[in-house]
């Protein structure tokens, strides 16, 4: 199987904007969990649809997620081409690049395809 070039400008796909409001407790350490048990994308080699259950949980700073520009964001996805792994990736980049919180952390539970399902989970900062 050939999967040259089935990636290669994912970090430059144009999604919608992740809107933020105003944290008016960014003195205070707290995590707010998201989930998203509906998330579509698309499996780049079949064409077929993926299903996954999506959880965000993060610690904010000055900024909190608004949760339809959230929303719109994700749904974006249910016509994109796009690997397991880098979906989750790419998720967590905009989400951090947007939000800017203190710390983030996105697992991804994708449905069984062909007997093996696949979970990612991805933080910010980084673990190293």
Excluded at 38 to 55: M, S
Aim: with cysteine; charged share 25%; glycine share 4%.
């Amino acid at each position: 199987m050939d999967y040259e070039g089935l990636q290669e400008n994912i970090r430059d796909l144009a999604l919608p904007e992740i809107e933020t409001w105003e944290n008016q407790y960014s003195d205070r350490d707290y995590r707010i969990l998201i989930e998203i048990p509906e998330f579509t994308c698309v499996c780049p080699k079949t064409g077929l649809p993926d299903f996954a259950t999506l959880t965000v949980e993060y610690v904010p700073d000055r900024l909190c997620a608004e949760l339809k520009s959230f929303k719109l964001y994700l749904v974006a996805y249910r016509q994109v081409g796009i690997f397991h792994e880098h979906v989750a990736n790419r998720i967590l980049d905009d989400f951090v690049r947007s939000v800017r919180p203190r710390s983030a952390q996105l697992t991804g539970v994708f449905n069984p395809r062909g007997g093996i399902s696949t979970t990612v989970t991805v933080r910010y900062p980084p673990d190293h």
